[in-house]
């Protein structure tokens, strides 16, 4: 991560403190890119806060300040997610540059496998916009705009991060990966179908230190598992990503008394935010099918796959799972804040809105 900016801050003052403030500011980061994503889909505040608490504090960023550069990688997803958005949506030379800049400051984190992984969800959301505009009727070549201005994206990124790309690229053609079969040591930790319950319970097979769910201290290939594994988001969550799933199977409910151009707006964005949760609920199944490797035929797929099949700790893509359970979370709260305006007084929907602010907030 020499070319990563934040870096830059051991130059000026080497030591554990700076060491703490760089952790630190990759929290924030994650913090305020999903604040950013979730008002940018026309969430409501208290409900991007949720989503913005649910990521930064899941146990999936938490258990990396033990690997800073995927730490970095992870932390930059939602702002990457929120800049590509915002470009697809409304193409610009600025949005270009802003969408081009943080894949390019992803890349220069030192790490990677999380920039490919985010990579793998772009494009898959490309695709999801090819769908999504074929059904509304629009042209082909409409249609395919989505494909175009990603790979603009992604190609004045990646210049820009040439300095980091290039090494990396040489280094993987001499590595052992690129002339021996590594099958073993790519999927040697998947996850297993057990390992889903810490998505429930993190401490299901125990803590670091000796306490109430461990007698002993760890082993340092315990903890390295534990670490690898961590995926908890909180119950809460889990709770309002599973009422957003739910919205698609509920007709939505509409504050009265609107005009009706903002009846057409509102039906509008209900229509556009069912298609995010379509999209972030096949996000879910993308991340958890190439963090498992599960079933066999994928597991060779990804295995012969350039870039992707080199990448060993696959379990390492549960960080996409975890991000769009935080989406779905901040979007099922939102459907839920939604349905309270209809039938409560205002100061009763902001009591229960800040009761669940404070629950979630204790959570992790």
Not at 176 to 193: G, L, Q, S, V, Y
Not at 280 to 291: A, E
Request: hydrophobic share 55%.
């Amino acid at each position: 991560g020499l070319f990563y900016p934040l870096n830059y801050l051991y130059f000026l003052w080497p030591g554990t403190w700076t060491f703490n403030l760089v952790i630190l500011a990759q929290f924030w980061i994650a913090g305020i890119g999903m604040y950013l994503l979730c008002r940018s889909l026309r969430l409501g505040a208290i409900s991007a806060f949720i989503g913005a608490v649910s990521y930064t504090f899941s146990r999936s960023l938490v258990a990396r300040i033990v690997h800073l550069s995927i730490l970095a990688g992870a932390a930059l997803i939602p702002f990457i997610f929120w800049s590509v958005d915002r470009a697809l949506k409304d193409w610009d030379g600025r949005k270009l540059a802003v969408a081009a800049a943080c894949v390019t400051l992803q890349i220069l984190t030192g790490h990677p496998q999380v920039p490919v992984y985010t990579a793998v969800a772009l494009w898959l959301f490309a695709a999801f916009r090819i769908v999504e505009g074929k059904m509304r009727g629009l042209s082909f070549s409409a249609c395919l705009a989505p494909v175009g201005r990603l790979l603009a994206i992604f190609v004045l990124g990646y210049a820009l991060a040439a300095a980091q790309l290039v090494p990396w690229i040489e280094l993987g053609l001499q590595s052992p990966r690129a002339t021996h079969e590594i099958r073993d040591f790519i999927f040697a930790r998947a996850t297993e179908m057990r390992d889903l319950l810490l998505f429930l319970f993190p401490y299901l097979d125990g803590s670091l230190a000796p306490g109430l769910y461990s007698r002993a201290t760890m082993t340092f290939a315990q903890a390295q598992y534990l670490w690898e594994h961590a995926v908890y988001v909180g119950i809460l969550p889990l709770a309002l990503a599973l009422l957003a799933f739910l919205q698609l199977q509920t007709d939505p409910v509409l504050p009265p008394a609107l005009s009706e151009r903002r009846v057409i707006r509102a039906k509008n964005d209900l229509q556009a935010r069912r298609g995010y949760i379509v999209y972030f609920v096949l996000l879910m199944i993308v991340g958890l099918m190439m963090s498992s490797a599960a079933p066999a035929p994928f597991k060779v797929l990804l295995y012969v796959t350039p870039v992707l099949g080199k990448l060993r700790d696959v379990e390492r893509a549960m960080v996409l799972p975890v991000f769009a359970l935080s989406l779905l979370a901040a979007i099922g709260l939102d459907g839920l804040s939604a349905r309270a305006r209809r039938f409560e007084s205002r100061a009763q929907t902001a009591l229960r809105l800040r009761l669940a602010v404070a629950a979630l907030a204790l959570l992790p």
